[in-house]
C-alpha cells in the first residue's frame, strides 16, 4: 500500500522538478525506503553523514506516525567504474594499500557504522551488499537482455538508452533530453564496443589483472554500478516501493539508470517518490580538501581542523543538520556550528527541565495547537527547520513556566512533557551530548595548563612552557599560540 496520496507519473516528476508538495500521510501499515549508502573504500564524508542523518529524519518520523517502516540502506563492497577507462575505487585503494579487496571494505564499513553510530542515527532493518546480491543482478541483467533493452558486446552488457528513450523519457527525473546528453558526451574505452555513447554498462568483461571478478552468462566480470541497487530494492521491497533517496549527485546518471533498469526489467515505474538531499558547502564554498575546505565528521567532532576554534559534539552537527531543509543547501562555518551548539544546548535543557516544571489550576497555552504545527511542520516534506523553530516556542514557555510567568494543568503539562521529550529524542533524534560534558571538562583543564603555560612563559621558564606545551603533543593535543590567544585541537 502506498503511503503517500496517489499521483501520476507526470505529477511526479513536475512535483520533483520544482518542489515536492505536502505529504499527506493516508491510512497504510507499511512503508518500503530504499536509500543509496556508501562505497566503502575510504572514511564517510561529512556530505554522506548529512544525507543519512537527513533519511534517519524521516525514517524516525514515519515510525513516529505509526508506519511499519522497511529501511533498506545497501553497502557497495564492489566499488564502481567512475568510467570505463578507470579502475573501480575500491580496487585502486587495495592495490595501493596492497591489501585484499575485502580488507578495504570491512575497515571502512566499521568505520561507516562507527561514525553513523556517533550520530545517532537507527540502523537501517536491511544492509544489503552487492556482493552478497550478484545472483539477484545476473537475473535483471538477463531481464534486461529479454526485454530488448539490454545487449552483449565483446563479453560486456549495456544498457540501450536509445531504444529505451524512444518509448520511455531517458532523463525524466533530472529534467535532461537526450539530444542534450549526446551532445555532452566525450570518448572513453570501451566506447567501440557500444551501440551508443550514452548506453551503460550493466556488467562488465573484467581485464586479466582485475580483482573483483566473477562468473556470468556473458563473461568472467563484475556487474555496473547502477544495477546493484535496482537489484536490490526490488528483493526485499517488491518492484514497486514508496520512497528511494540518496544525494542530489545520484540524481544522474544513478537514479535515472535506476529507472530505465525498472522499466526495462520489471515494466512498470519503480518509485513512487525520489528524495534528493542537497549539497555542503564550507564558509561558502563548495567542500574540497585541496582547497583547504574539506572536512570530516572525525576532524568536526576533534576540532582538528584550521577553519575551526573547537571541537563539536555530533548532536551538536545533528542538530545543525536539522536546522536546515534536506532539500537546502547547508553551509558549515565555525560560526554557524557555534550558534548551532548554543540552541541545542538550550533546547536539551529545556527538555531536562520539563521534569521538574508544577502543574496548576489553569492553562495559559494551548498544547495541541502548539504540537500540531510541529507535526505540520514534518508532514510538510520533513520540514524539520520550522519543526524545530516551533520546539523553540515550547522552549520559550518552558522557561516562562520555571520563572511562574505562565502555567499549565496537569493534564496538558503531561501532554506538552510527553510530547516534546518524545518528538526531541525520537524524531530529532538528539540525545543529552554524547560527550558535551567531557568536552567541556577538557576545555577547563586545558585552560588551566595554558594559563599555567602562560605564566611560565611571563616568568621566562620557557623550560616549564615547552615542556607543557610537549606533553600535551603527546597525549593528542597541538597548542597555538596566535594573535587572538592560545588555542588547542585535538590530533
Known amino acids: 500500500m502506498a503511503i503517500f496520496a496517489a499521483m501520476s507519473e507526470l505529477q511526479v516528476y513536475n512535483t520533483l522538478s520544482r518542489k515536492l508538495e505536502t505529504f499527506q500521510p493516508i491510512n497504510a501499515p507499511f512503508v518500503g525506503m530504499y536509500v543509496c549508502g556508501p562505497t566503502v573504500y575510504s572514511e564517510v564524508h561529512i556530505g554522506n553523514v548529512r544525507t543519512f542523518v537527513s533519511f534517519d529524519l524521516i525514517y524516525r518520523y514515519l515510525k513516529f506516525l505509526g508506519y511499519k517502516v522497511r529501511y533498506v540502506r545497501n553497502i557497495t563492497d564492489v566499488g564502481h567504474l567512475l568510467d570505463d577507462s578507470e579502475e ?89 533530453n537526450i539530444e542534450e546528453l549526446i551532445s555532452n558526451t566525450r570518448d572513453t574505452d570501451g566506447q567501440e564496443d557500444k551501440r551508443s555513447p550514452l548506453d551503460f554498462a550493466i556488467w562488465k568483461k573484467a581485464d586479466p589483472q582485475h580483482i573483483m571478478k566473477w562468473p556470468s552468462p556473458w563473461s568472467v566480470g563484475f556487474p555496473g554500478w547502477h544495477l546493484e541497487c535496482s537489484a536490490m530494492s526490488t528483493k526485499y ?48 564554498r563548495k567542500m574540497a580538501k585541496s582547497e583547504g575546505t574539506g572536512v570530516t565528521p572525525r576532524q568536526l567532532i576533534t576540532g582538528d581542523h584550521p577553519l575551526l576554534s573547537q571541537a563539536y559534539d555530533p548532536m551538536t552537527i545533528r542538530f545543525f543538520m536539522l536546522q536546515a531543509h534536506y532539500r537546502s543547501t547547508l553551509d558549515f562555518s565555525d560560526e554557524a556550528l557555534q550558534a548551532a551548539d548554543k540552541g541545542y544546548r538550550r533546547l536539551m535543557q529545556a527538555i531536562a527541565d520539563l521534569d521538574t516544571l508544577q502543574a496548576s489550576q489553569n492553562s495559559s497555552l494551548n498544547v495541541a495547537e502548539l504540537t500540531d504545527r510541529v507535526k505540520a511542520a514534518m508532514d510538510d516534506d520533513f520540514n524539520s527547520p520550522i519543526a524545530i523553530a516551533h520546539c523553540f516556542e515550547a522552549v520559550k514557555w518552558v522557561n516562562l513556566m520555571k520563572e511562574g510567568k505562565e502555567s499549565l494543568n496537569n493534564t496538558d503539562l ?24 567531557s568536552v567541556d571538562k577538557i576545555d577547563g583543564l586545558m585552560q588551566m595548563l595554558i594559563d599555567m603555560r602562560q605564566q611560565a612563559k611571563t616568568a621566562r621558564d620557557f623550560a616549564t612552557a615547552d615542556s607543557i606545551r610537549d606533553q600535551l603533543l603527546e597525549l593528542g593535543f597541538v597548542i597555538k599560540d596566535g594573535k587572538e590567544g592560545t588555542t588547542y585541537t585535538m590530533k
Open 88 to 176: 573501480d575505487k575500491i580496487t585502486r585503494k587495495a592495490r595501493l594499500e596492497n591489501i585484499e579487496p575485502m580488507e578495504v571494505v570491512q575497515r571502512y564499513t566499521v568505520d561507516f557504522h562507527q561514525t553513523m553510530q556517533a550520530f545517532n542515527t537507527l540502523s537501517p532493518s536491511i544492509e544489503p551488499t552487492a556482493t552478497g546480491h550478484l545472483i539477484e543482478q545476473i537475473d535483471l541483467i538477463q531481464r534486461i537482455v529479454d526485454s530488448g533493452l539490454g545487449y552483449e558486446s565483446n563479453g560486456s552488457v549495456y544498457f540501450d538508452v536509445q531504444a529505451y528513450n524512444e518509448k520511455e523519457h531517458y532523463g525524466i527525473l533530472s529534467g535532461r
Open 237 to 284: 521491497l517488491g518492484t514497486t516501493f514508496d520512497i528511494h533517496g540518496g544525494g542530489m549527485d545520484l540524481k544522474f546518471p544513478h537514479h535515472e539508470c535506476e529507472i530505465a533498469q525498472a522499466k526495462a526489467g520489471y515494466g512498470h515505474e519503480p518509485v513512487k517518490y525520489w528524495l534528493h538531499t542537497n549539497m555542503l558547502t564550507f564558509n561558502g
Open 414 to 437: 503531561q501532554s506538552f512533557r510527553n510530547f516534546f521529550k518524545e518528538f526531541v529524542a525520537e524524531v530529532l533524534g538528539l540525545t543529552a551530548a554524547s560527550a558535551g560534558e
